[in-house]
């Protein structure tokens, strides 16, 4: 999220490859309703999305930074914007 | 109380007791500390006393998952439950969005079980006032 209260996603091409073939078809609803959600309900969902403890999507760590925010792209330059 | 007034209406809620925290116990459990939301902030140090032990649902004999797509409220059972719970939380003020646990079961449809009331009653120091439908918005579309 950037400091307009943009929310972006990026995610691994290849995730339907990386997570159980059974959770594919929930995982990519999801993420739909992620992308949908960022647009009308950001700060809602970014909230929410920071404490996902268990199940189909799990938060493993929440960090700030300050400026650009494609410099997720940086760390993970093979995830593609969602 | 929320879990109570929860309970009492009918809905699901994990059996709860309280529990004697001890100063001692709290030193020799650094699991049982917690990260707020400023997780820069580093973990806080429960308060010895009486505090609120709600049971850790297992998924023995059925997956646990804590978000699901919006589609799939169809699939929940019992969802008229959602609207008990939409009602409690307007007349109780409640300030945060409604958690819940959702039980995955083989037939691929979802129970759920409500979690965490701490910001009922206007939330922790009672003075929110933040419209609940706001926090409802999804299930509502779906129901």
């Not at chain 2, 925290?21 to 917690?34: E, N, V």
């Not at chain 2, 083989?106 to 006032?129: E, L, Q």
């Amino acid at each position: 999220m950037d400091e307009g209260g943009q929310l972006s996603f990026f995610v691994d091409p290849n995730w339907q490859s990386i997570v159980p073939k059974e959770d594919v078809q929930e995982i990519g609803l999801l993420l739909e309703d992620f992308a949908e959600n960022a647009r009308s309900n950001a700060d809602a969902l970014f909230k929410r999305i920071c404490t996902l403890n268990f199940g189909y999507l799990v938060t493993v760590k929440v960090e700030t930074r300050s400026g650009d925010p494609s410099a997720a792209v940086v760390l993970y330059p093979h995830f593609v914007p969602l | 109380m929320g879990t109570e007034l929860y309970r009492a209406c009918g809905l699901p809620v994990p059996p709860w007791r309280t529990l004697y925290i001890s100063r001692d116990f709290i030193d020799q459990s650094p699991d049982c500390w917690m990260t707020g939301m400023d997780q820069q902030a580093g973990l806080i140090r429960p308060s010895v006393g009486l505090c609120f032990a709600s049971r850790f649902l297992n998924g023995r004999d059925a997956r646990l998952v804590d978000i699901v797509p919006g589609v799939a409220y169809s699939r929940v059972r019992k969802s008229q439950n959602f609207w008990t719970a939409w009602l409690i939380d307007a007349c109780s003020l409640h300030s945060d969005a409604r958690q819940m646990i959702f039980h995955k079961r083989v037939d691929g449809r979802y129970d759920a079980t409500f979690i965490d009331h701490g910001n009922m009653f206007g939330g922790p120091d009672g003075r929110d006032t933040v419209p609940v439908a706001k926090s409802w918005r999804r299930p509502r579309n779906r129901l």
